[in-house]
């Protein structure tokens, strides 16, 4: 029986491995799924309709400070995976809560900018930009909130198991994830934001 | 055995539907495709031509030694033909497996090229163009001469041996313009005017229909091409401007409507129609001018 | 009261025509029999542990082939009432309407609910067996991936009785899917029953990718692979490259409908054509996602059957990557007719032209394979060989399409129509039957009975060459696809009454398919060595079908195939009692169906724009999600008291 437990574990690491493996390649998935609608925005980016632009619609300390909570939680998600390494199972939870916490708000501040524009009349159906607008930056913030749940969920599991193989894998991805989600912010702030108010 | 037979019956039955369609009405003057009546088609027709013997090239020896091989290497008790069960590799033959192909798309790729290229020029240089805006609507056809004023529904005349620009577009879903013996077809897209070089040589009607599925009436989005010479179209042009009535907004409007029409003729249209109409569609994002192959010289005149 | 609810169920479902009330009662009558069935015989808990709770990527690749096979009927009877409708000219069998919606469903289910699915069956079936693995490298999402296809297509067929079928093309091209000219569910039902499935592809995509770069077994490097698991290679990593475009293209699509945005309307700056390149860059890659895994079924069936090594391995492998590289240079070659500048048609007529050489050259290496050989001529074989002249005709057809200029003649005409049906029949089609009969003893343990067979395969391909040999002369003499009647004017009336003789034919052909395997399952030979054919991969050194855990010890390779050699050397398959270990494999789950079925209650909710009814799908897939994190002993090992049984049982203990 000893004989058939040590070979479960190895059978354990090497699972998981492969699960990261597969999360990068799912990553690689949604690199293009961010590109598609990237491509789509830069082809309708002028398409005003005769409404607001982006010039009009963006307001510098709202982004910025998305930017902010967005750069500085995937620093703590890194501190998290810092934590991991060294097995402390409190200090990994406390740096996923302040990362949690960071964005949401990074997603509160999200739906105001978004239900503000709305109510000056910018809605998605006002233009074709406002459209792919809404669509591209939306499709982020929901991945963003898919993240906080999923976040949770770990945290609950941490709390309860402590670090094991599995959970040593869940929270490597949900850094992977993170970062992820914050390079493709700066796309965002580059493209959508910066270049609209130029 | 019997079964067998009754296989046969069925291989042989389908050699007979096989040969009955190569003998049934299949006439060439109705492969219309391959009788073109003007200048783009034959450059077409060439560019088939070219393309089916070059493929052959292949094609045909391939088949060739597929029955061989089939014959000589079947697994039958005292077959005497080689048998090399580890020969896996051949440095000469891989050579040119992958040179004969590159050979022979080379040589379609420079006539496809100039082909691409030739098409985006008026047929002929020494003859006047004459230019005629075409848009899809659902489910008709209409043409306007902008330069004579008039406008058809669902037929449309052009002066035989005068090179004509179709300028095309769509106000509702994108159809597709084809007049086969004339020379292939362009889309009619909403927001854009793309551009078809046609000419008739002789004076004739051509078939003409839309290509890209519209919806529900979409079968019948058909229209004839009739050519004429130079001064009968002159008579026809003054004929419509005198006899026929005047286009209005409204009755732009009611063609726009979902259904059928007949042929139509109406001896004027409302002032720059057409530029507004990609311009309410979507012209007004596109940089029409960067486009200067297909859209050459895109001097809208309204 | 009562008249609300008339007036909703006469828009709900799909009223007026009898063929439907017709499909109304034959789907009922199904239903009936198939629960009566259930209930009858007590196989409720049966079928719940067997089978829709299985993570066993044999049980998975055999559900999928039966689906699949069940789509090929409907896609099949779509294509036989279109054919009828075109028998003659100025028949009223069906209205415009009707058989727009009957040539949209038959491209939508032939493509993505007939060849995906019986394609990710054969991946299930083979590719684990053939690198030596246990399992894919995610049964639990494999199992996924399955149930979201499957649900998709119930969603997409749902819409032939419920709201109305989407009737705007396998491609739905934008303004006229748009909600201002299909105002109908049925372009609702199109998106999310693709949306489904193709999350189903896209996971799929993954597992096999990571499977075959992981999960082979001691020895094999990847030049050692077997051609076919090498396609799958290079055709999921095209679907990686591929789905996500779809995914956001048909969500762009579903947000203008849905929520009123402007990316595909004519006004307001929305863009069509931006939809027909985004739909096209995964479009084209899909015919190369399909076609590839073929490819690897005609190496592996000729290289068996002529008892030799597959000619210019290395060349093959070579060329599967650049057709898998160049499909996604080609897309505009769709609308070679839309404006594009001649440098760019130019380009795109080029890079379509290129793709016949590496395909040119797997021909010559599979002729030079039987070259030299014995050739033994079986059913997979048979099938494989009337691919070769099938798919060399369809591949000329293909260089004359790219040569842009003529393409302006023969876009959208039947030209197109049966060069698209003589690849994807002769080339897909083919190799995946090719496929099912080659792995066929390896499923289920017994041969498919020949005679019936040579009936379904000399049917097919005579109705093959009937059906689409005439529409490349209609194409010719100027009939546009889509068209749902026509005149007697132009005379194009003998060749489309040939054309639809030929696709009765090959209806009867898949019928004594149906009868094959009914017949066999009774009749059929069976197989008791586990290696039917004189195979030369590890899939055959195992017995069919194969035990659960697939390998009882797990292969270690020298080389290309080396079961063959194994053979050569005198080395027999038997197993030493000390090499066996408990096995560790994943357990069943329940999950994979659940979730899927929350989807196919938000798609519902979706496609109706019914806000609770999408609540409650997504609350019930995101619950499932949560369950399944945090659910724990997802695993068990097989003792090693049961492997030596099952081992002894076929003879192969020592």
Redesign the interface.
């Known amino acids: 029986m000893s004989q058939a437990i040590s070979h479960s574990n190895d059978n354990h690491e090497h699972h998981e491995d492969l699960s990261i493996l597969g999360f990068w390649i799912f990553l690689v998935t949604d690199v293009l799924l961010f590109g598609t609608l990237f491509a789509t925005f830069m082809v309708l980016r002028?398409?005003f309709d005769g409404g607001p632009t982006g010039k009009e619609l963006f307001e510098a300390p709202g982004y910025i400070t998305e930017t902010f909570l967005l750069l500085t939680s995937s620093f703590t998600s890194g501190l998290a995976t810092l934590a991991l390494h060294k097995g402390k199972v409190n200090q990994l939870i406390g740096w996923l809560i302040i990362t949690a916490l960071l964005g949401m708000g990074f997603v509160g501040l999200e739906i105001n900018e978004f239900s503000n524009m709305i109510a000056e009349g910018a809605t998605i159906s006002r233009s074709a930009f406002l459209s792919a607008f809404f669509t591209l930056v939306g499709t982020h913030g929901l991945h963003v909130s898919v993240g906080l749940v999923w976040m949770i969920s770990i945290m609950i599991q941490l709390k309860t198991d402590g670090i094991t193989s599995v959970m040593k894998r869940k929270v490597t991805m949900i850094s992977l994830y993170w970062h992820f989600l914050d390079v493709v912010w700066i796309f965002l702030l580059t493209i959508v934001y910066l270049m609209g108010v130029m | 055995m019997k079964?067998r037979g009754l296989?046969n019956g069925?291989?042989a039955?389908?050699l007979v539907?096989?040969a009955?369609?190569f003998l049934?009405?299949?006439?060439s003057d109705?492969?219309?495709?391959?009788d073109p009546k003007g200048p783009v088609?034959r450059?077409?027709?060439h560019?088939?031509y070219?393309?089916?013997l070059?493929?052959?090239i292949?094609?045909i020896p391939?088949?060739a030694?597929?029955v061989y091989?089939?014959v000589r290497?079947?697994?039958k008790p005292g077959?005497k033909?080689?048998?090399?069960?580890?020969?896996?590799?051949?440095k000469v033959?891989?050579v040119i497996?992958?040179g004969?192909?590159?050979v022979i798309?080379g040589i379609?790729?420079v006539?496809?090229?100039k082909?691409?290229?030739?098409?985006?020029k008026p047929p002929v240089k020494n003859v006047n163009p004459i230019t005629i805006q075409v848009t899809s609507l659902?489910w008709k056809w209409l043409f306007e001469y902008p330069d004579q004023g008039v406008a058809t529904v669902n037929y449309v005349e052009i002066p035989a041996g005068v090179p004509v620009q179709f300028e095309l577009t769509a106000d509702?879903?994108?159809n597709?313009f084809?007049v086969?013996q004339l020379?292939?077809?362009?889309?009619t897209?909403?927001?854009?005017a793309?551009?078809l070089w046609l000419q008739a040589d002789q004076p004739g009607t051509y078939?003409g229909?839309?290509?890209?599925?519209?919806?529900?009436?979409?079968?019948h989005m058909r229209f004839n091409v009739i050519a004429k010479p130079q001064s009968e179209f002159n008579q026809w042009v003054k004929h419509v401007k005198d006899t026929a009535p005047a286009m209005t907004n409204d009755d732009y409007a009611k063609l726009k409507k979902q259904g059928l029409s007949h042929v139509k003729s109406y001896s004027s249209y409302p002032e720059a129609r057409f530029r507004k109409v990609i311009d309410?569609?979507?012209g007004q994002?596109m940089n029409m001018d960067q486009?200067?192959?297909?859209?050459s010289n895109m001097d809208m005149k309204h | 009261m009562l008249d609300n609810l008339k007036d909703f169920a006469s828009h709900f479902f799909v009223t007026g025509d009898p063929l439907i009330y017709g499909a109304d009662v034959a789907i009922g009558l199904t239903m009936a029999a198939i629960i009566f069935v259930l209930f009858y015989f007590k196989k409720w808990g049966w079928l719940w542990r067997e089978w829709l709770t299985t993570v066993d990527h044999k049980k998975i690749g055999i559900m999928y082939i039966i689906a699949s096979l069940l789509m090929l009927f409907r896609g099949g009877v779509d294509a036989l009432l279109m054919r009828a409708q075109l028998a003659l000219p100025n028949i009223h069998f069906l209205q415009?309407?009707h058989y727009?919606e009957i040539f949209t469903t038959h491209g939508t289910i032939m493509i993505l609910f007939m060849a995906m699915p019986l394609m990710f069956g054969l991946f299930n079936i083979a590719v684990p067996l053939q690198i030596g693995a246990r399992d894919v490298a995610y049964p639990f999402l494999n199992a996924l991936s399955f149930w979201m296809f499957f649900f998709g297509a119930m969603l997409f067929n749902l819409s032939f009785v419920i709201g109305g079928s989407p009737?705007?093309?396998w491609l739905a091209?934008p303004?006229?899917s748009e909600l201002t000219?299909s105002p109908g569910v049925g372009e609702n039902f199109y998106i999310w029953g693709i949306q489904l499935s193709g999350v189903g592809s896209l996971a799929s995509g993954i597992n096999f990718t990571v499977t075959i770069l992981k999960m082979r077994t001691k020895g094999m490097k990847l030049m050692d692979m077997p051609l076919f698991s090498w396609s799958v290679l290079a055709s999921c990593l095209t679907i990686l490259l591929a789905f996500p475009v779809l995914t956001v293209t048909l969500a762009l699509l579903f947000i203008d409908r849905f929520a009123g945005a402007h990316f595909f309307t004519?006004?307001h700056?929305?863009?069509?054509?931006m939809y027909v390149n985004l739909i096209w860059m995964w479009g084209h890659p899909e015919v190369y996602i399909v076609v590839l895994p073929a490819f690897g079924i005609y190496s592996e069936v000729v290289s068996t059957f002529?008892?030799?090594?597959?000619?210019?391995?290395k060349?093959m492998v070579f060329s599967l990557m650049i057709i898998s590289v160049l499909g996604y240079f080609t897309w505009v070659h769709h609308?070679f007719?839309?404006?594009?500048?001649?440098?760019v048609?130019?380009f795109f007529?080029?890079t379509t032209?290129?793709i016949?050489?590496p395909t040119?050259?797997k021909?010559?290496?599979w002729?030079?394979?039987?070259?030299?050989?014995?050739?033994?001529?079986t059913q997979p074989m048979l099938w494989t060989?009337a691919f070769?002249?099938t798919f060399?005709?369809g591949g000329?057809t293909g260089?004359?399409l790219?040569?842009?200029?003529?393409?302006?003649?023969y876009?959208?005409?039947y030209f197109l129509i049966a060069h698209f049906h003589q690849t994807l029949i002769g080339g897909v089609v083919f190799g995946y039957l090719a496929g099912l009969y080659y792995w066929w003893p390896k499923m289920f343990g017994f041969k498919l009975n020949v005679?019936l067979g040579?009936?379904a395969f000399?049917?097919w391909?005579?109705?093959f060459?009937?059906c689409f040999?005439?529409q490349y002369?209609l194409?010719?003499?100027?009939m546009?696809?889509?068209?749902?009647?026509?005149g007697w004017d132009?005379?194009w009336?003998?060749?489309n009454l040939?054309s639809s003789?030929?696709a009765v034919?090959m209806g009867i052909g898949f019928i004594f398919q149906v009868w094959q395997i009914l017949y066999s399952i009774k009749y059929g030979e069976r197989d008791t060595t586990g290696d039917p054919w004189d195979g030369h991969t590890l899939e055959w050194s195992i017995p069919s079908p194969a035990p659960e855990y697939n390998f009882a010890v797990l292969p270690e390779v020298k080389g290309r195939d080396d079961f063959w050699r194994r053979k050569e050397e005198g080395l027999d398959n038997k197993i030493k009692e000390k090499d066996l270990k408990p096995i560790h494999m994943p357990k069943n789950s329940g999950i994979p169906f659940i979730m899927s079925a929350f989807w196919f209650v938000a798609g519902f909710g979706f496609t109706f724009g019914w806000t609770w009814m999408i609540v409650i799908g997504l609350a019930g897939v995101a619950g499932c999600m949560l369950a399944r994190s945090f659910s724990k002993n997802n695993d068990y090992y097989i003792p090693v008291e049961q492997i030596r049984k099952t081992e002894s049982k076929y003879g192969r203990l020592v």
């Open positions: 002028t398409h | 079964k296989l069925i291989k039955a389908g539907a096989f009955a369609f049934s009405g299949c006439s109705q492969l219309i495709v391959l088609g450059t077409e027709l560019l088939i070219l393309s089916v070059l493929c052959a292949v094609v391939v088949l030694i597929l091989i089939l290497y079947r697994d077959n033909a080689l048998y090399q069960p580890k020969w896996d590799d051949s033959l891989e497996w992958w004969i192909p590159i798309i379609l790729g006539y496809t090229v082909g691409v290229h030739t098409l985006t659902d509702g879903p994108m597709s084809w086969p020379g292939g077809q362009e889309y897209m909403p927001g854009m793309m551009r078939f229909s839309g290509a890209n599925f519209t919806g529900e009436g979409f079968a309410k569609n979507g994002y486009n200067k192959n297909d859209m | 415009s309407e727009n009737a705007a093309g091209y303004p006229l000219t004519m006004l700056g929305g863009n069509p054509m002529s008892k030799k090594k597959i000619f210019g391995y060349s609308f007719t839309m404006g594009a500048s001649a440098n048609n130019a007529a080029i032209m290129a016949a050489i040119g050259v021909i010559f290496n002729l030079f394979t039987m070259f030299r050989g014995r050739i033994r001529i060989l070769i002249p060399l005709v000329a260089v004359m790219a040569v842009a200029p003529a393409d302006y003649q876009h959208n005409s005679k040579l009936w000399w049917l391909n005579i109705g060459y009937v040999m005439p002369a194409g010719f003499m100027g546009t696809r889509r068209v749902y009647t026509y132009m005379g009336a003998p060749l040939i003789i030929g034919f």
